[in-house]
């Protein structure tokens, strides 16, 4: 059982011109505590809800030992209102329901070059790579663990690429992850001209949600 959720903000430079965001000069860390879990994907918790696709890791053994994908839930219109007012994002990003996770799957020596899709309805909404990120997962774990204590099935998601939106009711969410996709190869997907399936076969990874 985690016993939180490590979240790195603004770590795709076109997710943070995609939000109107100032690039930071430092990493950005914020908490979701581990009642945020669910499986169940929620288009309303008092407001539309919207997603963001992360790739994500468990720590285990003082490392990061198992790779996933997740959904980070944001209720957009409140975090605006509070980071407007210099407010912490807590009551927009860490309420319950706000953390979704695929399995994870143990990580081994010859898995890097991490590229993750998320599909609404068929439609590639959001596709990802980890040469994108500003902040690698090595340097993640380095720098929170300079000041925080990792344990044993913390969760670590590493940020959205662009792509985010709001959750339509009754819509189908699939996230799949490949590992050891070279870049030009997410670049060919990433211009539409093949999909990525047809690219590098079966991912690692499939989840599926349906949205309520």
């Known amino acids: 059982m985690s016993s939180k959720i490590v979240c790195i903000g603004r770590n795709y430079v076109e997710h943070i ?9 430092d990493m950005v860390v914020f908490l979701k505590p581990n ?22 890791f468990m720590v285990s053994d003082g490392q990061f030992s198992a790779v996933g994908v997740g959904l980070d839930m ?16 807590e009551r927009a990003k860490a309420f319950d329901g706000s953390a979704l996770f695929s399995e994870f799957i143990a990580i081994t020596a010859n898995m890097k070059d ?18 994108l990120m500003m902040y690698q997962p090595q340097d993640i774990f380095n ?7 990792l344990n044993d099935g913390d969760i670590v998601m590493t940020g959205t ?5 709001v959750v339509t009711a ?17 670049e060919t997907a990433l211009s539409g001209d093949k999909p990525i399936e047809q690219l590098c076969g079966s991912p690692e990874i499939v989840k599926q949600w349906q949205a309520k």
């Open 17 to 25: 011109h995609e939000l109107g965001n100032d690039i930071p000069d």
């Open 74 to 89: 944001t209720k957009r219109e409140l975090q605006t209102k509070l980071k407007n007012q210099g407010l912490p994002w």
């Open 143 to 149: 720098v929170v663990s300079e000041f925080m204590t």
């Open 114 to 131: 991490w590229c993750f899709q998320l599909t609404i309805d068929n439609a590639v909404t959001q596709l990802g790579h980890q040469q």
């Open 161 to 165: 690429p662009k792509g985010v939106g």
């Open 170 to 186: 009754d819509s189908t969410f699939e996230l799949s992850l490949w590992a050891n996709v070279p870049f030009n190869v997410f």
């Open 35 to 56: 009642s945020a879990i669910s499986n169940s994907l929620l288009s309303y918790a008092g407001e539309a809800l919207h997603y963001e696709a992360e790739l994500c």
